[in-house]
């Protein structure tokens, strides 16, 4: 498991890297800000988790997204988004650990 960004929700307009219409979601790739922030701003109709459209994330990248899921499903921790692509070659998932919400990612051919 490797640190990859912090994603912190926004109200604010950013200079967004992109747009994930099935998520209602602006985002800022965190490679371009100091610290590896990962700006967000939610559509109001956004699916997201409430959890994951008003807290600060820490993400992860994993060797397999599937089994980091079901390791932390076994743990007791709940899942607030079910692995899926918002972008080629990307696939993502957000838990709960103990209040904090976490992103976990793995990159795919």
Do not use: C
Request: aromatic content about 8%; hydrophobic content about 40%.
């Amino acid at each position: 498991m490797k640190y990859t960004h912090t994603g912190v929700p926004t109200t604010q307009e950013k200079n967004w890297s992109g747009y994930v219409k099935e998520l209602g979601v602006h985002f800022v790739d965190p490679s371009t800000e100091p610290f590896n922030i990962e700006w967000l701003k939610f559509d109001s109709d956004s699916p997201m988790d409430k959890a994951i459209q008003t807290n600060p994330h820490v993400a992860y990248q994993v060797d397999d997204l599937d089994a980091a899921i079901a390791d932390a499903v076994a743990k007791g921790k709940k899942v607030l988004l079910a692995p899926m692509s918002p972008l080629p070659g990307l696939r993502i998932a957000y838990i709960d650990h103990e209040g904090v919400v976490i992103e976990l990612s793995q990159m795919i051919p």
